[in-house]
């Protein structure tokens, strides 16, 4: 018998106990019936795991990083893909854009890039950018990321590809050693970032490693939240749709807080000071509810100040938004 029709049975035995000794407890019973039967079912399973553990479990402000992440994701890696799509919208038009600036500036050499996806999670970004530039087609990929529990789930999914180029490095963004590569400075021909610049504890050492790890026209892509500060940084190039007004900057900095995730606009600033702007996109993210909710999220291209690529003159906003 299926999970389900214990509950079904259960349920039934304890409905007709409460209707024979005291009918008054009937709506309590109802709610907690339906919970449990939501919980047991599989459609459900993954919408509630996800609201437990954004929402309602304790992260703990005491522990490291590492284990507060391993604490964060272990009950939904599994689920982790399946709760995410509409929450971390941008990713897919960042690789898309990211890798047509890449097959541009890999015209001209023999040579496979070597990508390293900062922050990687799952290793979602790496399957779907073999959508717009085959993985076969990199020299090497490798996922950092500090959450044990999330680099198993992206382990078993590269094992399944058969990709033997991508490798799963699961430590800190700040300090990570790359397998397979004797000196990474100036080796790198594109870093990305989805949703993991604005979680990253210690993100400037993290901003300038990634300014020594990319080749000379190397790429940097990045999809994220984030909130415009309330006077715009005279160093950052300012796109349609940046600026956010009082209530919005206030609201979703102390909402994401609750989970470790900063929207401050210092880590924006820094990239853009730090980086030359290729292509940039600013979004609002209606999440489940249109109008009422609108989560500030950019995706961003950029490279290296030194960079001598030729496009930077063509540099413009992002229009085919597809995600
Ligand atoms: C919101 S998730 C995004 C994951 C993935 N990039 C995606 O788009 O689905 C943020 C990721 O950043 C990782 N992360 C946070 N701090 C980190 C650090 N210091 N070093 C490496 N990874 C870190 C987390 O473990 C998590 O996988």
Request: proline letters at 4%; charged letters at 20%.
């Amino acid at each position: 018998m299926s999970l389900n029709r214990y509950a079904i049975l259960i349920g039934a035995i304890a409905f007709a106990i409460i209707l024979i000794f005291d009918p008054q407890y009937l709506k309590i019973f109802l709610v907690i019936f339906i919970f449990a039967l939501l919980l047991m079912s599989e459609q459900f399973k993954a919408p509630l795991k996800f609201i437990y553990s954004c929402f309602l479990k304790p992260i703990g402000n005491n522990v490291d990083q590492r284990s507060r992440l391993d604490s964060f994701y272990e009950d939904q890696a599994e689920v982790y893909d399946a709760t995410r799509g509409r929450l971390l919208r941008g990713r897919y038009t960042m690789l898309k854009v990211t890798a047509e600036q890449l097959r541009k500036q890999m015209t001209n050499t023999s040579r496979k890039p070597i990508w390293v996806d900062i922050g990687g999670g799952t290793g979602w970004n790496i399957e779907k950018m073999n959508d717009f530039f085959p993985i076969e087609q990199f020299d090497k990929v490798y996922l950092v990321d500090l959450c044990t529990p999330l680099c198993k789930v992206a382990e078993s999914r590269f094992k399944a590809k058969g990709w033997s180029n991508v490798y799963v490095v699961c430590d800190d963004a700040v300090s990570f050693k790359l397998p397979k590569i004797e000196i990474d400075t100036g080796k790198i021909d594109l870093v990305t970032m989805s949703y993991s610049l604005s979680m990253i504890d210690k993100y400037y050492p993290v901003i300038d490693r990634i300014k020594t790890l990319l080749c000379p026209n190397g790429l940097f892509g990045i999809a994220d939240f984030y909130v415009s500060g309330r006077v715009i940084d005279s160093n950052i190039q300012v796109q349609k749709g940046y600026n956010c007004n009082w209530f919005t900057r206030w609201f979703w900095q102390i909402w994401f807080e609750f989970d470790h995730i900063s929207l401050h606009p210092s880590r924006r600033n820094y990239v853009e000071y730090q980086f030359n702007t290729i292509k940039c996109f600013n979004g609002r993210n209606h999440f489940l509810i249109p109008y009422l909710v609108q989560i500030p999220y950019y995706i961003w291209l950029g490279t290296l100040k030194s960079s001598v690529s030729t496009s930077l003159e063509n540099s413009f906003e992002i229009l085919d938004h597809l995600d």
